[in-house]
């Protein structure tokens, strides 16, 4: 199974600033990789998948790539916002579909 | 549509009793799983299912037991709990079997005493 790996010290960041969060994950390229945000006491959120093949995804405010060279994946959260204060997490398949493997997750603060 | 609803909300056992979390979704998915959130350690699998009647292993399913007998429902039973199994379970279903987004419920918290 792959082993993923998201910065564990939350990001504290101003507000209208971009946030920008990694993912890094160790053995083969997976076929996607999925965002969620999780907010306190509350279950994750699905926000993006990003194909291999894809380079780069947006929705709204927010960007995702995909390197599957480096194996790593930035989230943007541009103009952020404090209502964007969330816990993040990274998901990817590992070898079998049907068992989606997630990152610990980051924690972004923004303050005004 | 309520989405995936999981009960209870909290729960609070003692070393060696049973339980049973249950997880019902309205969304028709065939895949639903369970997962448990521990600090610092992410979403781990514990057992999922692509279909009613069919279940599988994730990645620690030891000390739980599920079944699916109806494409709705998918309760986790807890054998004999240990403080180990201390945690935030969350249930989780998807419509499609391959790259689909997961649906949460809003998790249910167990303490074992």
């Known amino acids: 199974s792959q082993k993923i790996e998201q910065n564990s010290e939350a990001l504290n960041i101003q507000e209208g600033k971009t946030a920008t969060l990694t993912c890094n994950y160790t053995?083969?390229?997976?076929?996607?990789l999925q965002w969620y945000r999780q907010d306190p006491g509350r279950g994750p959120v699905f926000l993006l998948l990003?194909?291999?093949?894809?380079k780069e995804k947006r929705k709204e405010r927010l960007k995702v790539t995909f390197d599957t060279t480096l194996k790593q994946s930035l989230f943007h959260i541009t103009a952020s916002q404090p209502a964007d204060s969330a816990t993040y997490l990274c998901?990817?398949?590992?070898?079998?579909?049907?068992?989606?493997?997630f990152g610990a997750g980051t924690q972004v603060v923004v303050t005004p | 549509n309520a989405g995936v609803t999981q009960t209870p909300k909290f729960q609070v056992l003692k070393t060696g009793q049973s339980m049973t979390l249950q997880c019902a979704q309205d969304?028709?998915?065939?895949?639903m799983s369970w997962y448990r959130q521990d600090p610092g350690m992410g979403l781990r699998l514990i057992h999922y299912?692509?279909?009613?009647?069919?279940?599988d292993q994730g990645e620690v399913p030891n000390g739980y037991n599920v079944s699916r007998s109806t494409t709705e429902d998918f309760p986790l039973r807890l054998l004999s709990a240990a403080p180990s199994q201390t945690s935030v379970y969350f249930c989780?279903?998807?419509?499609?079997?391959?790259?689909?987004?997961?649906?949460f419920g809003e998790g249910s918290r167990l303490t074992v005493l």
């Open positions: 989780a279903s998807s419509g499609t079997l391959h790259t689909g987004e997961l649906f």
């Open positions: 990003i194909r291999e093949n894809e």
């Open positions: 998901a990817l398949p590992p070898d079998s579909w049907g068992k989606l493997q």
């Open positions: 299912s692509v279909g009613a009647g069919i279940t």
């Open positions: 053995n083969y390229s997976p076929a996607y």
């Open positions: 969304m028709n998915h065939e895949y």
